[in-house]
């Protein structure tokens, strides 16, 4: 919609190396990017600093992942030290991560904690494909949006949330979600926030859409009313990445 502003993220997953890494970044620096979509990119952790360091001004840096704190969680990064080293935003709740384990409750309050150190949060739900077919792609989206809900304490931190809705079945397998099956869950979802927090943060909260998003799919989604733009997986390796950004015509 026109009253949010487009927002393209690239998630690069555990891919790169230093000099995949260069290659992206040049890439987009030297590429011309819709000026009214924000554009955050979200490399590997231990990449983050080098290229916050040499990505142009205008495109933002993001976590894959936080942890609540600082303290005895070995392997972890906490949203303290990224904040610390300058990142601004953090994905939480991927798919990925939550097939290893991560429950709503524990996504939802990895996201309230990163707020509240001042990153911005993209965070992350969808549906499996066992659960679409059995009919429940809104309980199971509505479920995990009310736990993030229950710990985002204030109107304010919804602010700095922005929703990724990535069907599961659509994570990295080239099954896209057509544009109305997105629109249907993306208009569900902002008619639930809207009855359960307020209209305020429904009419300004962005909805990502991610899943199997390519240069190819992803203007009709983008003409969508409730799509606010894509978390790009496998494509933001590429530099089709850049079409997908200025995909909002
Ligand atoms: C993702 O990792 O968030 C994602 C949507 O991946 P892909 O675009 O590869 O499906």
Redesign the pocket.
């Known amino acids: 919609s026109t009253a949010r502003k487009f927002i393209v993220g690239g ?1 690069w ?1 555990c891919n790169g190396s230093i000099a995949q890494t260069k290659e992206l970044v040049g890439i987009l620096n030297a590429s011309s990017l819709a000026s009214d979509t924000e554009v955050v990119i979200s490399p590997p952790s231990l990449y983050l600093q080098s290229v916050a360091s040499s990505i142009r001004p205008d495109v933002a840096v993001s976590s894959q992942d936080c942890w609540t704190g600082n303290g005895a969680h070995t392997g972890e990064t906490s949203a303290d030290m990224l904040k610390d080293m300058g990142v601004q935003w953090t994905i939480v709740g ?1 798919s ?1 991560r939550r097939q290893k384990g991560e429950t709503d409750e524990l996504c939802a309050k990895k996201a309230a904690y990163a707020i509240s150190k001042g990153l911005k949060v993209m965070a ?1 739900i969808g549906e499996t494909r066992e659960e679409r077919e059995a009919g429940k792609t809104m309980e199971v989206v509505v479920r995990q949006m009310a736990a993030y809900k229950k710990h985002l304490d204030s109107s304010k931190a919804f602010d700095a949330f922005v929703v ?1 809705y ?1 069907p599961v079945w ?4 080239g099954l896209v979600a057509t544009p109305e099956e997105a629109q249907q869950v993306h208009k569900g979802l902002r008619d639930w926030v809207a009855n359960n927090i307020s209209s305020d943060v429904a009419a300004k909260l962005r909805i990502m859409y ?4 390519t240069a190819a799919s992803a203007p009709s989604l983008a003409s969508q009313p409730d799509i606010d733009g894509f ?6 390796l590429k530099p089709e990445f850049v079409s997908i950004v200025n995909a909002q015509g």
């Open positions: 998630n997953k991927h990925e992350c990724a990535e659509a994570i990295g397998t991610g899943g199997s998003v978390l790009v997986g496998g494509a933001s």
